[in-house]
């Protein structure tokens, strides 16, 4: 994930390539989707694996998937071909690299904002929020919650 800032008049703008705001599955989901579009011929290249998405055994399979494809494949058949894709066991490889530097962005921002809101100095914000924002973000399961790094 690249991350560069701009301050234009009075607002400061913050722009990612990338998605930190993503949940575990949802590049999974996408992936999924641009393969199948790719099967569909809605697209010329087989897209490519996400890098530092899923562990060794995760880009075994997602390999694995593309090797066992038929040569020829088109939309008639795309369905089917997609039932084989392993959806539920790549779930389970995931890394979620992405996770303590999202968090760490989503914290900065809200500081950054009660600080410009409050006219309270940057560190005094941090505080505030830690203190005052419960930190259980959306989409991580159970045992990750409450764990943020600071």
Known sequence: MD???????????????????YGAETLLKEYRRDIKRFLKQERETYPAMPKGYFDAAGERLVNKF??????????DNSEELMDAFPNDALARTLQRTWLSAAIAIYRNWL????????????????????????????????????TCPK
């Open 66 to 75: 593309r090797e066992d494809l038929p040569t020829g494949h088109g939309s």
């Open 3 to 21: 991350t560069f800032v701009k301050k234009k008049t009075q607002s400061l703008l913050v722009h990612f390539q990338g998605h930190p705001e």
């Open 111 to 146: 500081s950054y904002i009660v600080s410009k809101k409050t006219g309270v100095s940057k560190l005094s914000a941090v505080a505030s929020v830690q203190e005052n924002v419960q930190r259980k973000p959306i989409g991580l399961p159970q045992s990750q919650q409450g």
